[in-house]
């Protein structure tokens, strides 16, 4: 058994939108107070996703629990485990904690495999302490296996951030050969949605702007990229799309961007019995979808709201075996509060990973 200490770090706010500190002596559950069903993971990187951000400022209709450990993306160790729990994990597995951190297995959602929508759900970093800290107590049913050999600080954003896109494409109807359009496609979701799209053989069409991110698609295998800035007459980024899309448009529109517009263009170019999935959450924004055209086109709309236990193990998976790589940025976790004064001015590349 390891030594687990008495006190470790972690970073705490007491109240939405307070001053967020990092607390040197915070107290570790010991394993003798874990109940069953729990474990007690060392953690050893945790990325840090723009739901940490909304969580800390209260935006979302139900505020967070206080005092919170923020953060859903922990990548590390079990060090302990609950009398009489029952799981195939061991002390010293690797595990992820993702932002569905338990549920309860036995209602309509959670047995058709939409755990995200049980009504007892535990969310981590929101209504359980999550993984800016350096142990956190988590769930064995619902902690992800990490495949050994996969590094810790690559596994973290894909258990938020992949986890996320893979379950947006496997919503978007489409197979290996189609088109689909990728709206925000250098940001933290869409440049992993582009590598988990060109891995299973979809046509990918980016959208974006800037020739940094252009070269960045292409290195990942996109077929086609669309500067947003160089079509910004009425009509005409609608127009570019179906003419990259074999002229009549994309089978599916999957859009990460925080921006509300490209949702109403998606209805537009999308191609007769397309698929627009709801990813990206710009605040305050409605979809307004013509319903002669929504009829007569036959589209669908979809919401994607993260992934079940083996949309996390499969997103995981492409990692391990290097078809999807995050572009990271490596800080250490006292870093957090700079990190969120960052992420408001929106001025980061890809994902931000804490060293624990
Ligand atoms: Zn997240
Ligand atoms: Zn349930």
Redesign the pocket.
């Known amino acids: 058994m390891p030594d687990i200490p008495k006190t470790a770090k972690a970073v705490v706010f007491d109240e939405c939108n307070g001053p967020i500190r990092v607390d040197n002596e915070h107290k570790v559950v010991q394993p003798s107070e874990l109940k069953a069903g729990e474990v007690l993971v060392k953690l050893e990187y945790t990325g840090v996703?723009?739901?940490?951000l909304h969580a800390w400022k209260g935006d979302w209709p139900v505020p967070p629990k206080c005092p919170l450990v923020g953060g859903?993306?922990g990548a590390g160790r079990i060090v302990a485990m609950g009398d009489g729990t029952d799981t195939q994990l061991k002390i010293g597995s690797p595990v992820g904690l993702k932002?569905l951190a338990d549920s309860c297995l036995n209602c309509e959602a959670c047995l058709g495999g939409q755990e995200a929508t049980c009504a007892n759900a535990k969310l981590s970093g929101y209504t359980v302490d999550g993984s800016f800290q350096q142990y956190a107590v988590s769930y064995a049913k619902h902690v992800t296996p990490i495949p050994e050999g996969l590094a810790m600080e690559i596994a973290a954003p894909i258990l938020?951030?992949g986890v996320?896109v893979w379950k947006a494409i496997k919503q978007s109807n489409t197979k290996p050969g189609d088109f689909v359009v990728i709206s925000g496609a250098g940001g933290g979701l869409g440049h992993l949605a582009v590598q988990y799209a060109t891995a299973i053989g979809l046509r990918v069409v980016g959208i974006d702007t800037g020739d940094d991110k252009r070269k960045l698609l292409a290195s990942y295998g996109a077929d086609d990229f669309i500067d947003f800035k160089q079509h910004t007459g009425k009509g005409k980024l609608i127009e570019e799309v179906k003419r990259v899309c074999g002229g009549e448009g994309p089978h599916a529109a999957i859009i990460t961007s925080a921006g509300g517009a490209a949702y109403n263009e998606a209805l537009e170019y999308l191609r007769p019995h397309g698929t627009l999935v709801a990813v990206g959450l710009p605040p305050n924004t409605t979809i307004n979808a013509d319903v002669f055209f929504t009829v007569f086109k036959a589209l669908r709309i979809v919401g994607s709201y993260v992934g079940n236990r083996q949309d996390a193990i499969e997103a995981l998976d492409f990692a391990a075996r290097q078809k999807v790589k995050p572009m990271l940025e490596i800080q250490n976790l006292d870093k957090l509060p700079e990190v969120y004064e960052r992420m408001e001015k929106g001025g980061i590349a890809g994902r931000i990973v804490l060293k624990c």
């Open positions: 996703c723009h739901t940490d859903h993306e932002w938020c951030a996320t």
